[in-house]
């Protein structure tokens, strides 16, 4: 079965550095994935989709990538801040309409 | 648009009991998702409706789950008996195909 990884260690950084998360899938590659933060209390709100064609997007602070060779979606927040500090979930279509989603990354940010 | 409204925000409940969670989509989606999340297990789909019409329910963990979505504006999820492994946030999102999903504000479910 499909299977998605995110590195379920939490990942402290220091404010003004770029913290890389990871989501590695398994088997099929899907049509599509997305990023979504999470903060305590709240659902998940979406910030990036990148498409199976493409290598790289961003917006703003955010980068991600999505490799197909290695199965792999990096996501990127440069300059980071303490107001990043969230849970970072990925989440993966694979062509059957519906979004399976990543334990989720939480990344914490010191000042 | 208010965006995804669930209703109740907290349940508690006996074990045994019934549960009946609400969620109004945004106005115009056509794709409306269950979701619970546990630490253990993250975040779970458990039925989504294409159109008011259930596509996969494959996530549903048992009979005493099921989900009805009478029409675009609303939809229900309920459990039936309740067990206290069912505490969980079960959160609905609404989207358009292959874009982004829109979450509530979930209901936090504990059966005690």
């Known amino acids: 079965s499909q299977k998605i990884e995110q590195n379920s260690e939490a990942l402290n950084i220091q404010e003004g550095k770029t913290a890389t998360l990871t989501c590695n899938y398994t088997?099929?590659?899907?049509?599509?994935l997305q990023w979504y933060r999470q903060d305590p209390g709240r659902g998940p709100v979406f910030l990036l989709l990148?498409?199976?064609?493409?290598k790289e997007k961003r917006k703003e602070r955010l980068k991600v990538t999505f490799d197909t060779t290695l199965k792999q979606s990096l996501f990127h927040i440069t300059a980071s801040q303490p107001a990043d500090s969230a849970t970072y979930l990925c989440?993966?279509?694979?062509?059957?309409?519906?979004?399976?989603f990543g334990t989720g990354t939480r990344l914490q940010v010191f000042p | 648009d208010a965006g995804v409204i669930q209703s109740p925000r907290h349940e508690v409940t006996e074990m045994g009991q019934e549960v009946t969670l609400r969620c109004k989509p945004i106005?115009?989606?056509?794709?409306l998702f269950w979701y619970r999340q546990t630490m253990m297990r993250g975040l779970e789909l458990l039925i989504y409706?294409?159109?008011?019409?259930?596509?996969?329910d494959s996530g549903m963990p048992e009979d005493r789950f099921s989900a009805k979505m009478p029409n675009a504006s609303f939809s229900t999820l309920k459990i039936q008996p309740s067990e206290p492994r069912d505490s969980a946030v079960y959160f609905c999102?609404?989207?358009?195909?292959?874009?982004?999903?829109?979450f509530g504000q979930g209901t936090r479910l504990t059966v005690v």
């Open positions: 106005s115009g989606h056509n794709s």
């Open positions: 088997n099929y590659s899907p049509a599509y």
């Open positions: 999102a609404s989207s358009n195909l292959d874009t982004e999903a829109f």
């Open positions: 989440a993966l279509d694979f062509n059957t309409d519906k979004l399976i």
């Open positions: 409706f294409n159109n008011n019409v259930p596509i996969d």
């Open positions: 990148i498409r199976e064609n493409e």
